[in-house]
Nanobody
Framework: QVQLVESGGGLVQAGGSLRLSCAASGHTFNWYTIGWFRQAPGKEREFVAYVSPSGGMTRYRESVKDRFTISRDNAQNTVYLQMTSLKPDDAAVYFC???????????????????WGQGTQVTVSS
């Protein structure tokens, strides 16, 4: 499949912005839907957004709609998560992962994904 590495996390004030990157190795990157998930301390990992293999379809959890934008550049083997109007509730470790099924779509459960990256920390100060 693919190997994924996240970057771009950091400390930001509430209302600020960050752009996360998920860089992939492997020549089959554009076969897979890529999802972003996050996990806050003491909480379960939750779905944030996904982007289809072509980049033409996306889906977001309700609480980040209109604030986060997921996109991908298949030529650069990278998926981005642009986060704006950040809130303290957005603070978490953010992970990217690839759908287990080539050209799979519509999956928001973490069990449907594999090739998890190591995560990148996002901290939002109030």
């Amino acid at each position: 499949q693919v190997q994924l590495v996240e970057s771009g996390g950091g400390l930001v004030q509430a209302g600020g912005s960050l752009r996360l990157s998920c860089a992939a190795s492997g020549h089959t990157f554009n076969w897979y839907t890529i999802g972003w998930f996050r996990q806050a301390p003491g909480k379960e990992r939750e779905f944030v957004a996904y982007v289809s293999p072509s980049g033409g379809m996306t889906r977001y959890r309700e609480s980040v709609k209109d604030r986060f934008t997921i996109s991908r550049d298949n030529a650069q083997n990278t998926v981005y998560l642009q986060m704006t109007s950040l809130k303290p509730d957005d603070a978490a470790v953010y992970f990217c992962a690839a759908d287990k099924i080539p050209y799979g779509l519509g999956h928001i459960r973490e069990d449907d994904y594999s090739s998890w990256g190591q995560g990148t920390q996002v901290t939002v100060s109030s």
